[in-house]
């Protein structure tokens, strides 16, 4: 396959509901949409999904635009591959960028799934027709208001319910929540907010009977995850640590978590989140598939890679109503009793609506 033209877009969609984590607040997304084009006609669409700013990872948009433009277009335009994981190879020269990477190694296998007539899910090496949603909330300005959203949402059908935390936000409202709706499946994630020596904290959240913490500490900081792991009864989760496969490797021989989240955008495409899921599966270390409030076609990957095997934990892939009002597909990804349908026709399974996402379009670029 030979790629000869590269579209970006960056395109805003506003949230429907305001998302506040340790590190910052959104109301409006803007993420950068990649169509590639293959000289036999063939179309992939992919997402980079990053933050507006370097506040979960080092990554922003401008960052993406700037490395997709200079360097990743230039590369997959002059690069022939049969399998994505070989245009993945190439882009892996490039260092780091894994959100901007993420999003032309996701066109690649939406391509190659649909030119091979096989769905994306299936392509990946996953068999599950439906697959397990959860949400994930944000700090509100009140408990209240958390215990609120908390009820919408386990209204519609969830499965797990997140709990943004937070120093000085954590232990009240998490207990609020575990009283109110005791039989809720429910874990908390910090987003990297404590300092590796606070351990109190973690301790009485310890006794909340929560599936699991997610980064509690900073992402470089393994060694006290591990520490932390070996005090706790509750399971650690990795997300913001784990980048590359590498830092899986080391994650697990430090004994670091006990669950991953494997985002397709953190780890830099779909080929890397498979890799992580097969070494996970392999060391018996259950994954889920996290979210970085994707648009339709992050989504759609999102969902496909969930179908795996490994992803035995429900997933951060909510329908696409819990934050737009309208997603740049024809038809949105939807949640139904606390399941999403995996799609069974060839590629990613979702069609993007080119008139919409032309309207929210704020900047263009086409190479060559
Ligand atoms: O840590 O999972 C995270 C959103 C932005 C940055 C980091 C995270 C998140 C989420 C959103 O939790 C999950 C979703 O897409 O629903
Ligand atoms: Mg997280």
Known sequence: IRIDRVEL???RLPLVHQFRTSSHAKRELEHIIVTLTSSDGAVGWGEIASPSGPYYSAETVDSCWA??????????LATGWEHPSELAAAMARVRGNHFARAGFDMAAWALWSEA???????????DRARVQAGVSLGIEPTVDDLLEQVALRVGEGYRRVKLKIAPGWDVTPVRAVRTAFPDVPVHVDANGAYPVDEVAVFRQLDHLGLLMIEQPYAPRALVDHAALQAALATPLCLDESVEEVDDLVTALRLRAGRIVNIKVSRMGGLTPAVR???LALAHGIPVWCGGMHEFG?????????SALPGFTLPSDVSGSAKYYARDITTAPVVCTGGWVDVPSGPGLGFTPDVPFLTA?????????
């Not at 091979?116 to 996953?126: I, N, T, Y």
């Open 297 to 305: 076609i992050g989504r759609a990957a999102n969902v496909a890679l």
């Open 360 to 368: 929210g379009t704020v900047a263009y670029h086409q190479a060559p």
């Open 116 to 126: 091979s007539g096989v769905p994306l899910a299936k392509a990946l090496g996953g």
């Open 9 to 11: 877009r960056r395109v």
């Open 276 to 278: 992580a899921h097969d």
């Open 67 to 76: 490395v997709a433009r200079s360097f990743l277009a230039p590369l997959t």
